[in-house]
Every structure is written in structure tokens, then in C-alpha cells.
């Protein structure tokens, strides 16, 4: 009988109780501020980061997984009769994580050959950010649990971060001018004309797709681009940052519109934050025409 595991990164935004819930490895990114390194969901949740990243004038940085953590991780699963790993990094045009996972499974199956043929790792390059891929991976912890095989899991999952888009905004543009996303010029210029960027994310690209003049006009920007592209009765999902009211304010203004309500919500964590700032809402959801 198949024995599944699901693995992914901190950058997927799945909750520590989901985390739980559902038996998912979530691997933690190192943080560094300054001379000092905080592991994230071990030394902070996301609302001491979000005040960690108000207080601290630098630039924060991310550590990648490396080939070394991930060969130890397939060793260990390997070790427990474990036949099939799921494997889902963060977006491998921001990180070098998903090529040390496959770098580490290739050393793994050097070191041990006898592990070929009965046991198998599908390392999945999510493409995105988020619940770009913490969305279907807690869709694969269920499907486990009916019994389907890991190579359906897998290609499951691989359709959907093909196929999945993000509409996301930033309400202040500090952090993206600290981290260098927007340069300086450009940024002070926005904050002063009080415009938000819309940021389409998909297929490891993310580029602004519009602008809009005021916090007021974001959700009613982001509902129109989203009404637009979803596959109709498709799942969706917001993704929110330390304010939970414009995370709730989208959620009704979709439901409204499309009639049902998100299939949930992901609250970003150090990895966007760092670059987006805590103050973000966006929806994610499969779209018609990527």
C-alpha cells in the first residue's frame, strides 16, 4: 500500500494547524536582520514578524533550502517506508530551493540505489507564491486520505500552479522600494499620487498590471480582474496580510458576485512579506485564460 508524504516551504502560507491537520512537512526559511538569523515559524508567527519588519530599518533576507536539508529530509521519509514523496517549493524564479530539491533527489538515489523502482520523490515547481500551491497541496493531503495513487496527486497539482493566477495589491509601496522590486524614484513617486499597483502572478512572472488611485479603489480593481478570468465555479482563495478586514471585505464582495464564498484564506508570512509588506489582499484562483 502507498504511503504519501507532502512536503513544501514556509512560502506556501499554509497554517500551522492546517500544517498539522493535514500531516504536511512545511520547511521553515531562515530570516536574517542584520547579524541576527530567526527561523521563521519557530522564533515568530506572522504578526511578530509583521512588527519585526516595521521596526527593523534594513532589508530583511531568505535563506534557500539546501540540497543538504532536502537529502536529509528524503532519507528520513525513505527511512520510515515512506513510497512516494510530494515535493512543492516556492517559485523557482525567486528561489534556488526547487533546484536544490532536485539536486538532492538525484544524490539521494545515487546513495542509495536500492531505494529505485519502490520509492519515488515528484519535486513540483509551484510557479508562484502562497496559496499558489498551498491551496492544492491541502487539496493532495485529502486526496491521500481517499486513496489516490501519487502520481494523480502530483499531476494534479501541477495542473493547477499551470493554471492558477494571483491579482495581488500592496497598500504602501515601502517594502518594494526597500527590497529594490520598485525602485525608489518610482515608489516615492506613487506614495505621493497615492497609486497601488495590481500585480498579476503566473507562470513565475510577476508584473503590474495596473494601477489604481487610492486604498478604496484596490478590492473593486481586484474583483473586475478576477470576475474576468476564473474558471466559473471554480475554488478561490484571498491572501491577506496583517489586516483582516480587507481580507473579509473581498471575501463578501466575491462571494456577492460570484454567488459562493472562497474555499479559504492565506495570511502571508515572512518570505512575501519581506518584499510586499504586511499590508497586501489578493485573490488567487484557476483562470480561464493564463
Same mark, same amino acid.
Given at each position: 500500500?502507498?504511503?504519501i508524504?507532502?512536503i513544501?516551504d514556509?512560502?506556501?502560507?499554509?497554517?500551522?494547524?492546517?500544517?498539522?491537520?493535514?500531516?504536511?512537512?512545511?520547511?521553515p526559511?531562515?530570516?536574517a536582520?542584520?547579524? =541576527?538569523?530567526?527561523?521563521?515559524g519557530?522564533?515568530f508567527?506572522?504578526?511578530?514578524?509583521?512588527?519585526?519588519?516595521d521596526?527593523?530599518?534594513?532589508?530583511?533576507?531568505?535563506?534557500q533550502?539546501t540540497?543538504?536539508?532536502?537529502?536529509?529530509?528524503f532519507?528520513?521519509?525513505?527511512?520510515?517506508?515512506y513510497?512516494?514523496?510530494?515535493?512543492?517549493?516556492?517559485?523557482?524564479?525567486?528561489?534556488?530551493?526547487y533546484?536544490?530539491?532536485?539536486?538532492a533527489?538525484?544524490?539521494?538515489?545515487?546513495?542509495?540505489?536500492?531505494?529505485?523502482g519502490?520509492f519515488?520523490?515528484?519535486n513540483?515547481?509551484?510557479?508562484?507564491?502562497t496559496?499558489?500551491?498551498?491551496?492544492?497541496?491541502m487539496?493532495?493531503a485529502?486526496?491521500? =486520505?481517499?486513496?489516490i495513487?501519487?502520481?494523480?496527486i502530483?499531476?494534479y497539482i501541477?495542473?493547477?500552479?499551470?493554471?492558477?493566477v494571483?491579482?495581488?495589491? $500592496?497598500?504602501?509601496?515601502?517594502y518594494a522600494?526597500k527590497?529594490?522590486?520598485?525602485?525608489?524614484?518610482?515608489?516615492?513617486v506613487?506614495?505621493? $499620487?497615492?497609486?497601488?499597483?495590481?500585480?498579476?502572478?503566473?507562470?513565475?512572472?510577476?508584473?503590474t498590471h495596473?494601477?489604481?488611485?487610492?486604498?478604496k479603489?484596490?478590492i473593486?480593481?481586484i474583483?473586475?480582474?478576477?470576475?474576468d478570468?476564473?474558471?466559473p465555479?471554480?475554488?478561490?482563495?484571498?491572501?491577506?496580510?496583517?489586516?483582516?478586514?480587507?481580507?473579509?471585505?473581498?471575501?463578501?464582495a $466575491?462571494? =456577492?458576485?460570484?454567488?459562493?464564498?472562497?474555499?479559504?484564506?492565506?495570511?502571508?508570512?515572512?518570505?512575501?512579506?519581506i518584499?510586499?509588506?504586511p499590508?497586501?489582499?489578493?485573490?488567487?484562483?484557476k483562470?480561464s485564460?493564463?
Amino acid at each position: 500500500m502507498a504511503k504519501i508524504k507532502l512536503i513544501t516551504d514556509a512560502a506556501s502560507d499554509i497554517s500551522p494547524e492546517n500544517e498539522k491537520k493535514l500531516d504536511i512537512r512545511v520547511i521553515p526559511f531562515k530570516v536574517a536582520m542584520g547579524d =541576527k538569523s530567526y527561523t521563521s515559524g519557530v522564533d515568530f508567527d506572522n504578526e511578530k514578524f509583521y512588527q519585526m519588519l516595521d521596526d527593523y530599518n534594513g532589508i530583511p533576507t531568505t535563506s534557500q533550502i539546501t540540497v543538504f536539508d532536502y537529502e536529509e529530509i528524503f532519507k528520513e521519509y525513505y527511512d520510515k517506508g515512506y513510497s512516494d514523496i510530494i515535493n512543492v517549493t516556492i517559485n523557482s524564479e525567486g528561489s534556488a530551493t526547487y533546484n536544490n530539491a532536485c539536486m538532492a533527489a538525484d544524490n539521494f538515489f545515487e546513495s542509495c540505489p536500492e531505494a529505485k523502482g519502490k520509492f519515488n520523490i515528484y519535486n513540483i515547481d509551484s510557479e508562484g507564491y502562497t496559496g499558489t500551491y498551498g491551496w492544492p497541496l491541502m487539496q493532495a493531503a485529502e486526496k491521500i =486520505k481517499k486513496g489516490i495513487p501519487a502520481d494523480e496527486i502530483a499531476a494534479y497539482i501541477q495542473d493547477w500552479v499551470k493554471n492558477c493566477v494571483i491579482y495581488f495589491a $500592496m497598500y504602501t509601496l515601502k517594502y518594494a522600494r526597500k527590497s529594490g522590486r520598485i525602485p525608489s524614484a518610482a515608489a516615492f513617486v506613487g506614495e505621493v $499620487m497615492g497609486l497601488r499597483p495590481v500585480m498579476r502572478i503566473h507562470d513565475h512572472q510577476i508584473k503590474t498590471h495596473t494601477k489604481v488611485r487610492g486604498d478604496k479603489a484596490v478590492i473593486p480593481k481586484i474583483l473586475d480582474l478576477t470576475c474576468d478570468e476564473i474558471i466559473p465555479q471554480t475554488p478561490y482563495c484571498i491572501v491577506y496580510g496583517k489586516d483582516e478586514r480587507v481580507r473579509d471585505e473581498l471575501a463578501e464582495a $466575491m462571494t =456577492k458576485k460570484l454567488g459562493y464564498p472562497p474555499a479559504d484564506s492565506f495570511q502571508i508570512g515572512a518570505a512575501i512579506a519581506i518584499n510586499a509588506g504586511p499590508q497586501v489582499v489578493g485573490v488567487i484562483f484557476k483562470s480561464s485564460k493564463p
